[in-house]
T-cell receptor, first 113, second 113 residues
Framework: EDQVTQSPEALRLQEGESSSLNCSYT??????LFWYRQDPGKGPEFLFT???AGEEKEKERLKATLTKKESFLHITAPKPEDSATYLC??????????????FGEGTQLTVNP | KAGVTQTPRYLIKTRGQQVTLSCSPI?????VSWYQQTPGQGLQFLFE???????NKGNFPGRFSGRQFSNSRSEMNVSTLELGDSALYLC????????????FGPGTRLTVL
């Protein structure tokens, strides 16, 4: 059974204080590891997809990395507007799984000014 | 480019009733997936439709059903509503599924009284 575990559950940072969020996963093959950002009462907003170990992607203050067992979302010099819940999800490598994603519980990030 | 749209945005129903939610995917996207999000269970996969066929199904009772039309628009139906069905129902679309990114709509907030 596919499993995704995110840590920490909640993280409080001061503006400008860099940190990392962790996503550990077990999956039958991997056809993609996805990061999303979700604001309260809204749908998840797509950030990154990573496909193979060693891959890295960046967008503004965010950088996502992938190993064979986990992914990290690094946040450099965060701003209050980066406050949100960050979700990690995996898509198994079994073709019959289609587009199905298995999500972690998320990390709730708060950035104080 | 218009995103995924969902209607209605909010619904209040009573136990035993049934409800139909609608989702219009991004233009050109043929895969539509539905997820249920609750505080206790997080985001859980309900089912996926591709070219009007259910391609994958999560671990939910038969009261949850869906369909997809030839224009890729999708509906999901929940019959005999229970209190525990109160949740944010999210629709996501992707071009073909597989390794494609999946983009989410704003969700429909269902409250069952």
């Amino acid at each position: 059974e596919d499993q995704v575990t995110q840590s920490p559950e909640a993280l409080r940072l001061q503006e400008g204080e860099s940190s990392s969020l962790n996503c550990s996963y077990t999956v039958s093959g991997l056809r993609g590891l996805f990061w999303y950002r979700q604001d309260p009462g809204k749908g998840p907003e797509f950030l990154f997809t990573l496909y193979s170990a060693g891959e890295e992607k960046e967008k503004e203050r965010l950088k996502a990395t992938l190993t064979k067992k986990e992914s990290f979302l690094h946040i450099t010099a965060p701003k209050p507007e980066d406050s949100a819940t960050y979700l990690c999800a995996v898509r198994p490598g079994i073709e019959t799984s289609g587009s199905r994603l298995t999500f972690g519980e998320g990390t709730q990030l708060t950035v104080n000014p | 480019k218009a995103g995924v749209t969902q209607t209605p945005r909010y619904l209040i129903k009573t136990r035993g009733q049934q409800v139909t939610l609608s989702c219009s995917p991004i233009s050109g996207h043929r895969s539509v997936s539905w997820y249920q999000q609750t505080p206790g269970q997080g985001l859980q996969f309900l089912f996926e439709y591709f070219s009007e066929t259910q391609r994958n199904k999560g671990n939910f009772p038969g009261r949850f059903s869906g369909r997809q039309f030839s224009n890729s628009r999708s509906e999901m139906n929940v019959s005999t509503l229970e209190l525990g069905d109160s949740a944010l129902y999210l629709c996501a679309s992707s071009k073909l599924g597989g390794r494609d990114e999946q983009f989410f709509g704003p969700g429909t907030r269902l409250t069952v009284l």
